[in-house]
């Protein structure tokens, strides 16, 4: 009897046990709204309402809940087709980038980088991107229908400044069109885009390889369209570094003339190397050939060089009467030795000339430096040799001058430089005057005469 009465007491015990348990369970889902921050609960702002900040249910409300609140447009707990992440409806154009909805990209319309109907920007895909410069888009990438395989329109002749890049079956092409003719805006006024190392100087960059558009290092300009300098941190072969660690002590790697320093020497591996206290390169241009301006020891050769206008072009200057001695002023970036002093004529001539370099001296033609002898200009490119057969300059400023018979002559010109000229009668068949003559006259035209110097350097 004992052991029945143990064993209904026992089973009593547990349901009291599971009855406070329940009641304890029911107790915490019902607090919600109370103020107090119970078990299970995120929050508690003392009511049971939604768009608080707390739902009824006692959780945070935020976007991406499920729960549509007051300043949300959707909420589909997450990005559907219809919403976007941010609980805003789904739409191309809209910043938001919806993969659920098919959007590749969304820049809030057309970039370089995202179509405007939100997907990867492709020639061939059949929407033209004026932000990638395309002129056209067929959706292929055929040439001669029209839009070639880089989607420029194909045109009979380019219209620069027209909006669209065109291209002419014959190759004559633009790699962009920002619809204006303006140079330094990105796009150039022929069309070209504009870049550092495209070979011409743009705002913001102190050189461009020649600056003429021939690309890339020169002896003045680094890579990045800075200045050439020993010490700025941009190693430079064509200026004859072999490194830049951007200081100028040596000892540490790289000495203070930018070569690089080590063991040993090893010419022609395109390096130009010091080794501390012994051997070293002035050059490297990665051979061990000579007369090729650095020699099969890594030393500097001289290099051939001119200095003023030795590119032909056409329009003559022939205002000038016969019997003038004529100068025109030409910049050495660097010291040369001079060899030869030349003009370009532009038409068959039987003029007698003779040519001669000045000093300058605060702005003008001083002192004789060198003069040809006399020779008849026919048509073409002189290049006469100097009566004192090699004169070492110094860089800065100088005058080619020149001294004509009769007005035959028409030296050709570089057609839109203008420069400035100084002039004054001289006799061609006495000597070339050792002084500039002090009472000249001044001319400045809108051509300059293609006069230029010859040497080494």
Not at 72 to 92: L, R
Not at 414 to 435: L, W
Request: net charge negative.
């Amino acid at each position: 009897m004992k052991k029945i009465i143990l064993y209904f007491t026992l089973i009593l015990s547990v349901f009291v046990y599971m009855g406070c348990e329940k009641d304890e369970i029911t107790t915490v889902v019902n607090n919600c709204g109370n103020d107090k921050l119970d078990t299970g609960e995120e929050c508690d702002d003392g009511n049971t309402n939604n768009n608080d900040g707390c739902s009824s249910v006692c959780k945070y409300e935020k976007c991406g809940d499920g729960v549509l609140q007051e300043d949300e447009t959707c909420d589909d707990g997450g990005e559907s087709a219809d919403c976007d992440s941010d609980c805003t409806a789904s739409a191309c154009g809209d910043g938001v980038i919806n993969a659920a909805a098919g959007e590749d990209c969304d820049d809030a319309g057309e970039s370089a980088e995202c179509n405007n109907n939100c997907t990867l920007p492709v020639c061939g895909d059949g929407v033209k991107n004026a932000s990638t410069n395309e002129g056209c888009d067929d959706g292929n990438t055929t040439a001669g229908d029209n839009c070639d395989d880089i989607c420029r329109k194909e045109v009979t002749a380019p219209s620069c400044g027209n909006g669209i890049v065109e291209v002419t079956a014959g190759g004559n092409e633009e790699t962009c069109d920002d619809g204006n003719t303006t140079s330094d805006d990105g796009c150039s006024s022929s069309c070209w885009l504009e870049f550092c190392g495209d070979g011409y100087v743009q705002t913001g960059e102190e050189c461009d390889g020649d600056g003429a558009g021939t690309a890339g290092e020169t002896l003045y300009c680094d890579s990045d369209c800075t200045f050439a300098s020993c010490g700025d941190t941009v190693t430079n072969a064509a200026a004859n570094e072999g490194c830049d660690d951007g200081g100028i002590i040596p000892g540490d790697g790289c000495d203070d003339i930018c070569r690089l320093e080590v063991t040993s020497t090893t010419c022609g591996n395109g390096v130009v190397e010091v080794v501390v206290g012994g051997v070293t390169e002035t050059c490297d241009d990665g051979n061990t050939t000579a007369g090729d301006g650095c020699d099969e020891l890594c030393s500097s050769e001289p290099v051939e060089v001119f200095y003023g206008n030795y590119t032909p072009f056409n329009g003559p200057i022939s205002s000038w009467i016969p019997g003038y001695i004529v100068a025109q002023k030409v910049t050495l970036s660097a010291g040369m030795i001079l060899t030869d002093i030349g003009m370009i004529i532009n038409q068959a001539s039987t003029t007698r000339v003779k040519l001669a370099l000045y000093s300058d001296v605060s702005g003008t033609a001083t002192n004789m430096v060198a003069d040809t002898s006399i020779f008849t200009a026919t048509l073409g490119d002189h290049m006469q040799p100097i009566n004192q057969g090699s004169v070492n300059l110094n860089a800065g400023d100088y005058w080619i001058a020149f001294i004509y018979s009769d007005t035959t002559l028409n030296p050709d010109t570089d057609g839109g430089n203008t420069s400035t000229y100084i002039y004054i009668a001289q006799s061609i068949d006495v000597a070339t005057p050792s002084v500039f003559p002090a009472s000249y006259f001044t001319y400045t035209a809108g051509q300059s005469l293609n006069l230029y110097i010859h040497g080494l350097q």
